[in-house]
């Protein structure tokens, strides 16, 4: 039984050695493996949401328990899932052009689709505060700001001005601190204030999604990780010898959370290098 246990968890590890890590640096650690990841986000109540790529939604505990489940009546691959709003959870699909917005329990208290005459092809959207959508329009490449209870386009901002060129790959986008970020392949992050008017350009290259914890980003980058002042630029880095593959990282007040397509791993903040931020 106790090698049976043993093999159990070498399995659950995300590609490492060990479920429990001894290491000196970030501590013990649960691991859970979901072999389809498709989007992963951490909410402020301690709470993981994780989505697979027909958009299923599952929730987890940070003790790894998987305790419940969303399953959507038409499905499609997420594009974006936000749980680290007080109150709601995101969730968008550019191949649905829907959008969903869920309470705490995963339950659907506002659900539509993108309104086709005002916004010709949503190519990425994020929940904003006051009961808007950041929509990114790739027709007519702007940035809209709409209210999904009025489903009106409130206003909207060109990119053509500010962006060095019209062909685009959208990582992500994020509002964070009543500030809109656009994260695109091979250009940087882009910075608006919530009126969408340009602020400045990060010449930082996240591979995917957009990390923040307070006034941080945070970039997994090879073997380390990559903490980024979006205000002052000051950078900091923290070694990640793991010996798994680490391709993202979620930070809130309790929990550190680094994960791959195949599982995540829940670190216990205090007992990491991040414990201080």
Do not use: C
């Amino acid at each position: 039984m106790a090698r049976i246990k043993a093999l159990l968890l070498l399995f659950l590890a995300l590609g490492s050695g060990k479920a429990f890590s001894q290491e000196s640096e970030w501590g013990d650690f649960v691991a859970v493996e979901f072999p389809r990841l498709d989007k992963i986000s951490l909410d402020n109540q301690d709470f993981l949401f994780v989505a697979d790529p027909e958009g299923n939604l599952y929730q987890y505990n940070l003790s790894g328990q998987r305790i419940n489940n969303f399953s959507p009546p038409r499905q499609g691959r997420l594009t974006q899932l936000e749980a680290f709003w007080t109150v709601n959870i995101f969730t968008f699909s550019t191949d649905l052009q829907e959008y969903r917005i869920l309470d705490r329990f995963i339950n659907p208290i506002s659900e539509n689709k993108i309104p086709a005459e005002n916004i010709a092809l949503a190519k990425a959207a994020t929940l904003g505060n006051n009961n808007i959508i950041w929509i990114l329009d790739e027709t007519d490449l702007s940035i809209k700001q709409f209210d999904f209870r009025t489903r009106r386009i409130l206003q909207q901002q060109p990119l053509n001005l500010v962006l060095e060129n019209t062909s685009l790959d959208v990582l992500d986008i994020r509002e964070h601190q009543n500030l809109l970020f656009l994260n695109i392949a091979g250009q940087g992050i882009y910075i608006f204030d919530n009126q969408g008017n340009f602020i400045k350009r990060l010449q930082v290259f996240p591979n995917g999604r957009l990390s923040f914890w307070k006034g941080y980003l945070f970039l997994v980058e090879k073997d380390s990780i990559r903490l980024v002042d979006f205000q002052s630029g000051a950078e900091e880095q923290f070694r990640l010898s793991l010996g798994a593959e680490v391709t993202g990282i979620l930070v809130n007040r309790k929990a550190v959370i680094l994960y791959n397509k195949r599982g995540f791993r829940i670190y216990q903040k205090e007992n990491t290098p991040l414990k201080g931020y």
